[in-house]
C-alpha cells in the first residue's frame, strides 16, 4: 500500500549525510544521558533504603517520625523519577531523610533533584540549606576520626552549630557535605562535593542522613530526589577502581 509518509521519511533519511546523522545521534544521546553522570549509591532500585527511625519532620527543635503510610512515602527520594508532585512532602520547613546505602561507600558527592521553578507551584518548598551527615560505624572509622581531630579543630564535627542531625537513632553522625540548594540556579539538578577533610579521613560510610536547615519560605518542604556518590568499599578493595 502507498503511504506518502514512508516515502518521504525514507528519501529524508537517505538525503542526510553519514556526518550530519552521526552529528544528530550524539546530541541526541547527550540529551538522553542523565546529566550527574555519577553512579547513586542511594538508589532504590540498586538495594538503597530509607532508615524510617531517621526520617522525619523538624518542628519546634521536635522530630516527628514519617509514617510509611504517608502518600507518596519518604522512599520515593530514592527514585529516579521528577513528576510534579512526586515528592517526599514534610509537615515543616525542616527536617531529614535516613538513608541505608546500596553498600558502603566512600563518598565523593551529593545531588539534588527538585522540578524546575518554571513549573513548580510553590517553589518556596524547594530545599536550601541541607547537611549531609554520615553515620561512623566500626573501629577503623572511630580511630581515624579520633586520630585527625586530635591535630584538627574540632570545629570539623559541627555544621550549623550542631554535631548531629535532630534524631540519631543512637548512631554518631559527622557532617559529610554542608551547601545551598539553589532555586535560582540554571539547573535543577545540582551536584556538591564532600567536605575536603572528609576526603582526607578517608572514611567510609553506610547509613547517611540528609537534613533539610532551611527551605525558601513555605511553611511545608518537598523533598523529590536525593543521591549519594562516591566509590564502593568492595570495588576498591576488589582493585575494580
Known amino acids: 500500500m502507498f503511504s506518502p509518509t514512508s516515502v518521504s521519511s525514507r528519501v529524508a533519511t537517505d538525503d542526510v549525510p553519514p556526518h550530519i546523522k552521526a552529528y544528530v545521534d550524539r546530541a541526541l544521546s547527550r540529551a538522553m544521558r542523565d546529566p550527574v553522570g555519577r553512579r547513586d549509591f542511594a538508589l532504590l532500585a540498586d538495594g538503597a533504603r530509607v532508615v524510617r527511625a531517621l526520617t522525619g519532620a523538624v518542628s519546634a527543635g521536635r522530630f516527628y517520625e514519617a509514617q510509611t503510610h504517608s502518600v507518596p512515602p519518604p522512599n520515593v527520594t530514592l527514585v529516579d523519577d521528577l513528576h510534579v508532585g512526586n515528592c517526599w ?27 524546575p521553578v518554571e513549573i513548580a507551584a510553590d517553589i518556596g518548598r524547594a530545599p536550601r540549606m541541607m547537611v549531609l551527615w554520615g553515620a561512623i560505624d566500626g573501629s577503623v572509622n572511630i580511630a581515624r576520626l579520633g586520630n585527625f581531630t586530635q591535630t584538627h579543630n574540632d570545629a570539623i564535627t559541627r555544621t550549623h552549630g550542631r554535631s548531629r542531625p535532630h534524631e540519631t537513632a543512637g548512631c554518631t553522625f559527622i557532617p559529610i557535605a554542608s551547601f545551598e540548594y539553589d532555586v535560582r540556579s540554571h539547573s535543577h539538578i545540582q551536584t556538591f562535593p564532600v567536605l575536603s577533610h572528609v576526603v582526607d579521613l578517608e572514611m567510609y560510610f553506610g547509613v547517611v542522613v540528609l537534613e533539610v536547615v532551611s527551605n525558601w519560605g513555605s511553611e511545608t518542604t518537598c523533598l523529590y530526589r536525593a543521591r549519594v556518590h562516591g566509590q564502593g568499599v568492595s570495588q576498591l578493595h576488589n582493585g575494580l577502581v
Open 89 to 115: 512532602s514534610m509537615a515543616a520547613p525542616t527536617g531529614q531523610l535516613g538513608i541505608r546505602l546500596s553498600e558502603r561507600i566512600y563518598p565523593t558527592h551529593v545531588t539534588v533533584d527538585h522540578i
